[in-house]
């Protein structure tokens, strides 16, 4: 099968974060009848080339998407059997660069190492959540470490990211959202005499605190690699009831990233600067931050094949992270386009495709 029928075959599959599970028995059914061997681990599919080596290599691409947004913005459908179009060649649909080029790329490589000697161990792992929270990663490791990891002096891991292939991404910062709560007097908008401590203006208070904070702690915990950390307010909730209802709280919600240095203690500088009145919660477990050395061999060994490669940081995160707290270097390099995700008439450029799979080919002769 061709990338660009696979892909458009991937993209019709509706697949958002949480919501894999048909996309997940498509990729088994498709491994199967090509005489591989796939497993299902925890929402994740699993297909490993395992001989001899003391080294692995390990390939990661994400099943899940994030929504479409406005319907009417997309000049096909994002997916159903109405997707997949190609126009120049280029092919559209919700997730054709995130991350499912990487996918079909993958699965074609697949086929094609059934008949190939290896000098490495091979594992290609679709994964779920990386756009949530990195938990289909996150349990793929733990999994190869509790099984694997000891049975080789080397490992590396790609992460078929979207970098059209002329960037490799090395590390991120660590990533923490949050809810900031403060409390109030409920009333009447009638009698706002009435209202001794409003909770909004309480919190607009707290968010202009934070923002301050933010700008203090991003030169105090500038890190030399990963850069300064940053403070973004996303949202501002309230209980309000009517409009003519006073709520008793208010909450702001703010994505935090963060340094090595400031990572596991930024709560602890929010909650001394800002009181015991205001609550601070997590909304999803915090991601730490990864990185791996421009020295390192998977580094080099794409730079060996791509004169001019953009080695760099990302601006946001991914599941570098997980792999790099277990010990394994791990790079995010692949076909997608970054400047055309998460938005209407996502795309990929179907050639990007075809040499993501020879890139493949080469690192694992070469690794």
């Known amino acids: 099968m061709k990338p660009g029928q696979l892909l458009a075959k991937l993209v019709k599959i509706e697949s958002f974060s949480g919501q894999e599970q048909k996309l997940a028995v498509f990729i088994m059914n498709f491994a199967k009848k090509h005489g591989l061997a796939p497993e299902l681990k ?14 692995a290599i390990i390939f990661d691409a994400h099943m899940d ?10 000049k096909v459908p994002p997916f159903g059997k109405d997707s997949g ?19 079909a790329a993958l699965l074609i490589l697949a086929v094609a190492l059934k008949k190939t000697v290896l000098t490495s161990d091979v594992f290609m792992v679709f994964v779920t959540n990386e756009e949530a929270d990195g938990s289909g990663s996150q349990s793929f490791v733990k999994h190869f470490k509790e099984k694997y990891i000891g049975d080789y002096k ?9 970098t059209n292939l002329t960037s490799c991404e090395i590390g991120h910062r660590g990533n923490i959202f949050i809810k900031v709560t403060t409390a109030g007097d409920a009333g009447h908008g009638s009698n706002p005499e009435n209202i001794k401590t409003h909770a909004i203006f309480e919190n607009i208070k707290i968010i202009e605190k934070i923002i301050s904070i933010g700008n ?14 940053s403070f973004c307010l996303t949202g501002i909730q309230s209980g309000q009831s009517s409009p003519s209802a006073v709520p008793s709280i208010c909450s702001s919600t703010w994505d935090i990233r963060t340094t090595p240095k400031l990572h596991n203690k930024v709560i602890d500088v929010l909650k001394e600067k800002l009181g015991s009145q205001v609550k601070i919660e997590y909304l999803m477990a915090p991601s730490p931050f990864g990185y791996t050395s421009p020295n390192s061999k998977i580094v080099h060994l794409l730079q060996s094949h791509l004169h001019g ?3 760099k940081i990302s601006p946001g995160a991914n599941d570098i992270c997980f792999f790099t707290d277990a010990g394994i270097d791990a790079v995010a390099f692949g076909p997608g386009q970054k400047d055309v995700i998460h938005r209407e008439n996502e795309f990929v450029e179907l050639e990007k495709v075809f040499q993501s799979i020879q890139m493949c080919k080469k690192l694992i002769k070469e690794f």
């Open 154 to 162: 080397e490992i590396a891991a790609v992460l078929g990211e979207p």
């Open 42 to 55: 925890d929402g994740n599919v699993i297909i490993k080339f395992i001989g001899n080596s003391s080294k």
């Open 216 to 229: 203090e702690l991003a030169d105090f915990y500038k890190d030399p690699i990963l850069l300064s950390p």
């Open 65 to 74: 998407t994030v929504k479409p947004g406005d319907l009417h913005l997309w």
């Open 85 to 103: 179009i190609i126009e120049d060649k280029k092919l559209y649909g919700l997730g054709a660069s995130d991350d499912k080029a990487a996918i």
């Open 309 to 311: 490669l953009d080695v």
